[in-house]
């Protein structure tokens, strides 16, 4: 199946400070993928859809100065969380689904805990 | 707006037993559900996918079902074994591509 590889899977980070994770698909090229937040013994909750080459789209609640998303090309989005808080301790996961096969099903890669401390 | 609700939240069993994971959804209106697995700090491992006029799939000892007119899904595992324990989630796509999750269901099967 496919392959979509997540970078870090652990960040500790000072608050303030700015993070990077990136999201890679393998083995196809995504125009779109999903990023998603998970709080303990929560639900995914949809972040934002990115989207190559355009703008990505936020979800209600969510700032978008806050969680810069970046998908330069169709194998690599990036979300950085900007000037951290420990608020914005959490999971991050993204998704994307191979658009050859149509709307199969989405695959996600290994997630990544942010702890702002 | 779509709510996914998955009974029960947490599911103790001893190995070899058959058991029934739950999973309800508010709006029938969606394009597929998927079952997924999430093992502790890790990512999701897709399951299976029923597609909205599909009633059932099956890979070996799992079967999920579906019945989308009464909004439900049902995760069938047979003769478990400790290696399944694991967070179960059941997610809906609607016609925007995206996923609405439900808390998941911790199993844990015991040796």
């Known amino acids: ?117 | 707006k779509q709510e996914v609700t998955q009974i029960p939240a947490a599911l103790s069993v001893p190995e070899g037993e058959n058991l029934v994971l739950n999973c309800s959804f508010t709006d029938s209106a969606i394009y597929n559900l998927q079952w997924f697995r999430q093992d502790p700090g890790k990512g999701l491992t897709s399951l299976l996918l029923i597609q909205s006029s599909q009633r059932e799939q099956t890979s070996g000892r799992l079967n999920a079902s579906l019945d989308k007119s009464s909004g439900r899904s049902t995760l069938y595992i047979a003769a478990s074994q400790p290696g399944d324990s694991a967070t179960y989630l059941c997610a809906v796509e609607g016609g925007s591509e995206k996923l609405v999750f439900g808390k998941g269901t911790k199993l844990t099967v015991n040796p």
């Open chain 1, 1 to 117: 199946g496919a392959v979509v590889s997540q970078h870090p899977s652990r960040v500790i980070c000072k608050s303030g400070t700015s993070v990077k994770i990136e999201c890679r698909s393998l083995d196809f090229q995504a125009t779109t993928m999903f990023w998603y937040r998970q709080f303990p013994k929560q639900s995914l909750m949809l972040m934002a859809t990115s989207n190559e080459g355009s703008k990505a789209t936020y979800e209600q609640g969510v700032e978008k100065d806050k969680f810069l998303i970046n998908h330069a090309s169709l194998t690599l989005s990036t979300l950085t969380v900007t000037s951290a808080h420990p608020e914005d301790s959490s999971f991050y996961i993204c998704s994307a689904r191979d658009p050859t096969l149509g709307r199969a099903e989405a695959f996600f890669g290994q997630g990544t805990r942010l702890t702002v401390v």
